[in-house]
Each structure stands twice: as structure tokens, then as C-alpha cells.
């Protein structure tokens, strides 16, 4: 069954460093997400990205992360300058169409920033 | 925002027995609702959603039913087993101007299921 791939599965890093998590979508999306889940809460939206570029944010993405889709089957979320809030678990999802009831996702990567 | 905290609301239930999780929904707008299971060090998997203008869809051993009236869906488990224990969130697609949905998720709830 086709899957999402996320790497690293665990990353620490230390506070002020960037950061990229990498994902490989299912090959036939068109529709690219992160997520993130700070321990212990609920899964949030982050950002949604089609035809190679952003097509909706929350108020979570701001300057500080940015997304990236570098060849025809890796989609990237960099955060630059690490705060210790940004520890969580980032999960890439994709979906074959717009409408959002067949978003699947990938293991996850979890952040440590220390 | 809502407040959300590291206790869940959990569900325990024998092996074999039937379970039913809740979820209260705040947007009338949604157009689809989707339930998705979530077991430790994992990412959300997709169990099963329904569209707005629906009140009930089955799939295989589970249902998930839809009253817009009080804003309310719940997934039934028929027949639970050991491997469904995980934490089982709702969630709404919303599409805002731009045309393309999100996913807002619920809470979660754990469902510990003992042999």
C-alpha cells in the first residue's frame, strides 16, 4: 500500500538551528500538508502546498518556517532559527484532490530542540 | 482557542465488546467529517469520513454517524479487539477562500481494549 515517508523519524537539535524534515508524498498526490502535534495535544494545521507553491497557511507558519518542493518527489519543511516551543512531532501528509477527506499521513518526525 | 491539556478522555472496553467514541463539532460548514486512529509514535491513519449531507456510513466493523442537528458524530467499533487501542481523533475539513481544504482535528480519545 502506498505511504507517506517522512526523515529524520528523530531529530534534537539545539535552540537558534535550523532545520529540514523531509518528506516523500504518495507518488500520485498532488496535494502536499504539514502538520504538527506538540506532545500530548491535538493534531494542527500548519501549511498546504499545490502546483509548487503555498495554497494555504495557518497562523502557526509564519516567517520563521518555510516549505520547499526540490525535485518531483520530495517536499520539505525547513524552520530556521529553532525555538524550544517548536519541539513537536511534524507529520507530511498528501491527498489525491482538494477536498480534504482523504489526507493521509506519514509516520512523523519528531523535534527536539534543546 | 479551545484548552486542551495531556489528559484524554478514555474509553476502556473488553475484547469483543462494541465501543462507541463521541466527538462535538463546531463548524456547520464542514463538508466532510473523518475519524482518525492514531496509535503511539505514530502519524493519524484514516479510518473512515463522511460528507455533511449524510447521517450514516459503515465501513468494515466500523460506523460513524452524523447529527447536524446537535453537531455531533461518533465512530462505533463493532466487535473491538486489542489492536484498535489507540487514540481516535475527529476531524472537519474546512475550506477557506482560497479553495483548498485543511483538517481541523478534535481532541482525541484513547481507547484501551483488554483481552
Known amino acids: 500500500e502506498p505511504e507517506v515517508t517522512q526523515t529524520p523519524s528523530h531529530q534534537v537539535t539545539q535552540m537558534g538551528q535550523e532545520v529540514i524534515l523531509r518528506c516523500v508524498p504518495i507518488s500520485n498526490h498532488l496535494y502536499f500538508y504539514w502538520y504538527r502535534q506538540i506532545l500530548g495535544q491535538k493534531v494542527e494545521f500548519l501549511v498546504s502546498?499545490?502546483?509548487?507553491?503555498?495554497?494555504?497557511k495557518s497562523e502557526i507558519f509564519d516567517d520563521q518556517f518555510s516549505v520547499e518542493r526540490p525535485d518531483g518527489s520530495n517536499f520539505t519543511l525547513k524552520i530556521r532559527s529553532t525555538k524550544l516551543e517548536d519541539s513537536a512531532m511534524y507529520f507530511c501528509?498528501?491527498?489525491?484532490?482538494?477536498?480534504?477527506?482523504?489526507?493521509?499521513f506519514g509516520e512523523g518526525s519528531w523535534l527536539t530542540v534543546v | 482557542g479551545e484548552n486542551v491539556g495531556l489528559h484524554l478522555p478514555t474509553l476502556s472496553v473488553q475484547e469483543g465488546d462494541n465501543s462507541i467514541i463521541n466527538c462535538a463539532y463546531s463548524n456547520s460548514a464542514s463538508d466532510y467529517f473523518i475519524w482518525y486512529k492514531q496509535e503511539s509514535g505514530k502519524g493519524p491513519q484514516f479510518i473512515i469520513d463522511i460528507r455533511s449531507n449524510m447521517d450514516k456510513r459503515q465501513g468494515q466493523r466500523v460506523t460513524v454517524l452524523l447529527n447536524k442537528t446537535v453537531k455531533h458524530l461518533s465512530l462505533q467499533i463493532a466487535a473491538t479487539q486489542p489492536g484498535d487501542s489507540a487514540v481516535y481523533f475527529c476531524a472537519e475539513t474546512r475550506r477557506p477562500l482560497s479553495g483548498y481544504s485543511t483538517l481541523t482535528f478534535g481532541k482525541g480519545t484513547m481507547l484501551l481494549v483488554s483481552p
Open positions: 502546498f499545490y502546483n509548487n507553491e503555498i495554497s494555504e
Open positions: 501528509a498528501s491527498s489525491e484532490n482538494r477536498s480534504g477527506n482523504t489526507i493521509y
